[in-house]
Each structure stands twice: as structure tokens, then as C-alpha cells.
């Protein structure tokens, strides 16, 4: 500690943009002045990229603090939190970074604001190495609003690889505290549907041959469930740049929510990319947990400021997650226990438990 500052080692365990992500979020919310060195180490290209940039910033603009060692390339900063306002905010990656990870780390901080916020968020909407827009709006959204907030999602424009160009407008008014989540019936599978997207210079056969290569493949494992993924190309002037991909959702009967997604690119066959979507559904249905990996992660920041004890039934703990809990705990007074069940020992099945540090909202 220097002073009071709270030190973080961005290069241990996943070594990537999380890291950043949960302790600027957290140092915000608790008012903790935070430094992290070695940003990004266990990365190819170490230090800040322009989307690691834009939350940082973002999130310093949300509480009036100050933010040094801020530029691409940088391998540590210092952070220093003010009080979270409400408000419109706007953040720009100015690439195809990931507008859901922007998302991920302001949305903790304005839940707990003195106002309603609107966050503007640019770049990627369907980027590799983070949850895809439709994923954010289809399953992320209905789960984490278990936690007794809500907010409303608008894509204004699709942006993909390599320029981004898309924007998301995401609207949210504050809480005073957030409820724990008892997420561990899984339930039957109920329903599977999805939606298999072209936009730009692509032609509509193409998302036709994702969707139709998803249901064969899936339907080789579930035989007697409709299968309902919609083929579509994005109108023009809501969409920028050239992209494809798919998502599909398994709903259940207790209400749960898991995915399996996948992005075209250049040289990939249509048919692979919706053969991929389909295996990872399939997988994360097999382990017979109430949320996927892509979740699972996600929901630990909400888990650790809520106020009591929450509990989620998950498949193999996912390193993000792992990553995640050990920042929370540093940070928060939250206490985590993840346990393997051991009913059917065929199944790789996990109950995540996390007593939350019961966060209280001081403005409201």
C-alpha cells in the first residue's frame, strides 16, 4: 500500500483487461485509490488497448476522478475516485473494442449513482474476445436484473471488425442496494432459439447456412424441441461495416438462460461458424449448470455488492471467473466459497456462493 492506495498486479491469473475492468469498477464504488502495475502482461500486446482506455476513462469521467499514466501502450496506473454522478456519458474506443466490456465496467458504478444515467457507448457491437451485443441484450440482461435493477439497452448502430463504428445507448437509474440471486435449478430445456446475422457487403445465404448448420448439429443431441433461429441481414443505415454471426439461446423452465455464439470472419465457412455456435450451447448444457462460461464471470461483481448470500450452480470454473473472485475479494469485504458437487459424479458442476458486502447506495 502506498498511503491508503490499494495495489493490483494486472498480470497474475488471466493477466488481461478483466483485471482492469473489476478493481477500477470496485475502486470507484468503494472510493479506494487503486494503482495497477503490469497491466496486461500475460497479453501479446502488454498495456492499455484503446477499449481498456475508454473504460478507464469513462469510468473516471462517472465519478469526477483522476486517472494518471492514461495512454495506449501503458503498463501501469494510478486511479484516484470521486463521487459517482449521474448523468449522460459518453465512451469511444474508436475501434472495433468491445462495447460490452465498456458496458461491464460502468454499470456496477451508476447503479449506485446520485441520478439516472445514460451511458453512450461506441465501437465493436460483435466483437471477438467478448460477449456479442445480441449476447448482452438475449442473456445477460434478463439474469442480472435478478439482482433487483433494471435497464434498458438500445443498439443504435452495429459496428464490427476492424473499425467498430457501432453505438449502444444503455439507460439505468440507481439503487439502493442490490438483492442476492439463488440461481440453482436448472430445470428442463424448454425452448432454443437465435438469430444468425449478416451485414454489409455479405449476402443473406450466408446467415441462412449458419442457422441451418446450427439446428443439424444440435438437433443430433435435442431431438424434440423446436428450433427457432432467424436468419437476418442488418438494415444498412444500423449497421456499419461488414459482419456476420450467430447466437443461440436454450431457455428452461426455471428461467435460466444459456448460449453458445460464434463471429464470422474472412475464410471461415458459414457452415463451421454455426457448427461452433452450436457445440458450445451443447457443451454448456451438458454440464447441467444455471448459467454458461460466458456468465458466469459477469455475475461475480453484482454477487460481491449485493447484500445477503447468492448462490449460482455453474459447469467448470472459468479462469475469468476465478480472476474476478480474487479481485472482488481483495477489494470488497465480499466472501466467496465455490464448491464441486458431487451428486452424479459424470457432470462438472459447481456452486459458486458469495455472502455480499451488502453495498449501500449513499445518494439515495
Given amino acids: 500500500m502506498d498511503g491508503d492506495r490499494v495495489e493490483i498486479d494486472g498480470g497474475i491469473m488471466e493477466g488481461g483487461g478483466q483485471i482492469l475492468r473489476v478493481s477500477t469498477a470496485l475502486s470507484c464504488l468503494l472510493g479506494l485509490p487503486l494503482r495497477v502495475r503490469r497491466i496486461r502482461a500475460g497479453r501479446s500486446q502488454p498495456g492499455l488497448r484503446p477499449q481498456h482506455l475508454s473504460g478507464l476513462e469513462i469510468i473516471r469521467d462517472l465519478c469526477e476522478g483522476k ?44 447503479l449506485f449513482a446520485a441520478s439516472p444515467s445514460e451511458l453512450r457507448l461506441k465501437g465493436g457491437t460483435n466483437a471477438e474476445m467478448a460477449p456479442q451485443i445480441d449476447y448482452t441484450v438475449m442473456v445477460f440482461k434478463p439474469i442480472v436484473e435478478k439482482f433487483n435493477f433494471t435497464f434498458n439497452c438500445d443498439i443504435k448502430k452495429r459496428g464490427y471488425y476492424p473499425q467498430g463504428g457501432g453505438e449502444v445507448v444503455v439507460q439505468m437509474s440507481p439503487v439502493k442496494e442490490l438483492s442476492p440471486i439463488n440461481l440453482t435449478e436448472r430445470g428442463a430445456v424448454t425452448k432454443i432459439y437465435g438469430r444468425a446475422f449478416v451485414a454489409g457487403a455479405l449476402p443473406i445465404k450466408l446467415a441462412k447456412d449458419m442457422a441451418a448448420a446450427a439446428v443439424r448439429c444440435i438437433r443430433k443431441e435435442i431431438r424434440d424441441l423446436y428450433i427457432n433461429i432467424q436468419p437476418v441481414r442488418e438494415p444498412d443505415d444500423q449497421a456499419f461495416g461488414t459482419g456476420s454471426g450467430i447466437i443461440i439461446v436454450a431457455e428452461t423452465s426455471t428461467g435460466c438462460l444459456l448460449a453458445g ?57 472459468t479462469l475469468h471467473t476465478q480472476t474476478a473472485i480474487h479481485f472482488a475479494e481483495q477489494l470488497t469485504k465480499a466472501k466467496f466459497t465455490v464448491t464441486k458437487l458431487e451428486e452424479g459424479t459424470s457432470k462438472d458442476t459447481y456452486i459458486i456462493e458469495c455472502q455480499g458486502m451488502g453495498m449501500i447506495n449513499p445518494n439515495l
Avoid at 265 to 276: S, T, Y
Fill in 67 to 110: 486517472l494518471e499514466g492514461g495512454e495506449i501502450g501503458s503498463t501501469e496506473i494510478t486511479f484516484t475516485p470521486g463521487k459517482i454522478k449521474g448523468g449522460t456519458h459518453i465512451a469511444d474506443t474508436k475501434t472495433a473494442g468491445s462495447v460490452c466490456l465498456l458496458m461491464q465496467v460502468a454499470m456496477p458504478c451508476v
Fill in 261 to 317: 455464439s460464434s463471429l464470422g470472419k474472412r475464410g471461415k465457412n458459414a457452415d463451421k461458424v454455426g457448427i461452433e455456435a452450436a457445440e458450445i450451447l451443447l457443451r454448456n448444457l451438458k454440464h447441467g449448470g444455471t448459467v454458461d462460461d460466458s456468465l458466469q464471470d459477469q455475475l461475480i461483481i453484482f454477487m460481491a455488492l449485493a447484500k445477503g448470500l447468492s448462490r449460482v450452480k455453474s459447469g467448470p470454473i
